[in-house]
Nanobody, 114 residues
Framework: QVQLVESGGGLVQAGGSLRLSCAASGNIFRPNVMGWYRQAPGKQREWVASITTGGWANYADSVKGRFTISRDVAKSTLYLQMEGLKPEDTAVYYC????????WGQGTQVTVSS
């Protein structure tokens, strides 16, 4: 059974940093491209970043240069290091494969105050 558990969110001032983690189980992590997504209040969920099994990363233009995605295969854990946070980064952050499958976790709330 696939399970994705996100953690690491919180309240931070603009310009601050956070590191998100996603623990994956159920043999979803190793063979797949993994990604981070986010959903802001009143908006649709959007893709933020993804990383291939070989470690190649891609980012949405809105976070490029500020966020860094990484993965620890041994721990089946995905990370998102977020620097230079802006109020518009406020959202619930989720991890999933890319393209996403129907196995969304609860997400972790990131709130950036101005």
């Amino acid at each position: 059974q696939v399970q994705l558990v996100e953690s690491g969110g919180g309240l931070v001032q603009a310009g601050g940093s956070l590191r998100l983690s996603c623990a994956a189980s159920g043999n979803i992590f190793r063979p797949n491209v993994m990604g981070w997504y986010r959903q802001a209040p009143g908006k649709q969920r959007e893709w933020v970043a993804s990383i291939t099994t070989g470690g190649w990363a891609n980012y949405a233009d809105s976070v490029k240069g500020r966020f860094t995605i990484s993965r620890d295969v041994a721990k089946s854990t995905l990370y998102l290091q977020m620097e230079g946070l802006k109020p518009e980064d406020t959202a619930v952050y989720y991890c999933n494969t890319r393209p996403a499958v129907n196995a969304w976790g609860q997400g972790t709330q990131v709130t950036v105050s101005s």
